[in-house]
C-alpha cells in the first residue's frame, strides 16, 4: 500500500492555466506538506496543515493555494500558471508537530508531481 | 536564517571506493537528519542524529553529528551503484515549528 501518494505524476501544461495537484496520506498522519524541488534539486517547504489548519505558509505567490479537506488531503492549486512554476512538487506527511528547534521526526513524501509549463 | 550547505554537490565514483559528504552550518541545530532520494522518487529518511558526537552506523554508511552540532558527515565504505542518488541533510527550523531546513544535496553516481 502506498503512504503518500500523488496525482498527477506528470503534469505538462500551458502558461496562463490553472491546474490542481492532489495529495492523499494512509499512515493517519496529522501534518502534511507541500516541497518544491527546482532544477538544482533544491527541496522547499512551501505550506504545511496540520488537523487541516494552515501552519506554515512560506513566501509563495498568492497563485498558490492549497486546501485540506480533511488531514488525510493536503490539495494545491496553482493558478495563472508561469515558467518558473516547471518544477516537482512533493507532499508529505509527518505524524505530529513539534515545537520550533526541537527534534524532528520523519517526515513521509510522496512520489513527485513534475510540473512542465510550456 | 539557518543554512545548511552540502559539499561535494556531485559526486562520480566507482564500485568499491568509500567517499563522505558532508553538511556545514554556521547555526547549531538540535538534530539532523540524512535523506536519499533515488530518481524519480520522494526522499526516504536514512537517519536522525541527535546528540553532539553522535555516531549512528546503518550497514556501510556511517553518520556523524558534530560535537556543536553545526555539521554532520555521511560516510560510505566499499560504495555500490544502488547507493546511486541524492544525499539531502536537514534540520529544524528555530522559529517555524514543523519546517525542515535541507541543503542543496549532493549528486552521487556510482559506477559499476
Known amino acids: 500500500d502506498t503512504a503518500v501518494s500523488q496525482t498527477p505524476k506528470y503534469l505538462v501544461t500551458q502558461m496562463g492555466n490553472d491546474k490542481s495537484i492532489k495529495c492523499e496520506q494512509n499512515l493517519g498522519h496529522d501534518t502534511m506538506y507541500w516541497y518544491k524541488q527546482d532544477s538544482k534539486k533544491f527541496l522547499k517547504i512551501m505550506f504545511s496543515y496540520n488537523n487541516k489548519e494552515l501552519i506554515i505558509n512560506e513566501t509563495v505567490p498568492n497563485r498558490f493555494s492549497p486546501k485540506s479537506p480533511d488531514k488525510a488531503h493536503l490539495n494545491l492549486h496553482i493558478n495563472s500558471l508561469e515558467l518558473g512554476d516547471s518544477a516537482v512538487y512533493f507532499c508529505?506527511?509527518?505524524?505530529?508537530?513539534?515545537?520550533?528547534?526541537?527534534?524532528?521526526?520523519?517526515?513521509?513524501f510522496g512520489p513527485g508531481t513534475r510540473l512542465l509549463v510550456l | 536564517t539557518q543554512l545548511l550547505e552540502q559539499s561535494p554537490q556531485f559526486l562520480s565514483i566507482q564500485e568499491g571506493e568509500n567517499l563522505t559528504v558532508y553538511c556545514n552550518s554556521s547555526?547549531?541545530?538540535?538534530?539532523l537528519q540524512w535523506y536519499r532520494q533515488e530518481p524519480g522518487e520522494g526522499p526516504v529518511l536514512l537517519v536522525t542524529?541527535?546528540?553532539?558526537?553522535e555516531v549512528k552506523k546503518l550497514k556501510r554508511l556511517t553518520f556523524q553529528f558534530g560535537d556543536a552540532r553545526k555539521d554532520s558527515s555521511l560516510h560510505i565504505t566499499a560504495a555500490q551503484p544502488g547507493d546511486t542518488g541524492l544525499y539531502l541533510c536537514a534540520g529544524p527550523s528555530d522559529t517555524s515549528y514543523g519546517k525542515l531546513t535541507f541543503g542543496q544535496g549532493t549528486i552521487l553516481t556510482v559506477h559499476p
Open positions: 547555526s547549531v541545530f538540535s538534530s
Open positions: 542524529v541527535v546528540t553532539g558526537g
Open positions: 508529505a506527511s509527518s505524524q505530529g508537530i513539534l515545537l520550533a528547534g526541537e527534534f524532528q521526526e520523519t517526515q513521509y
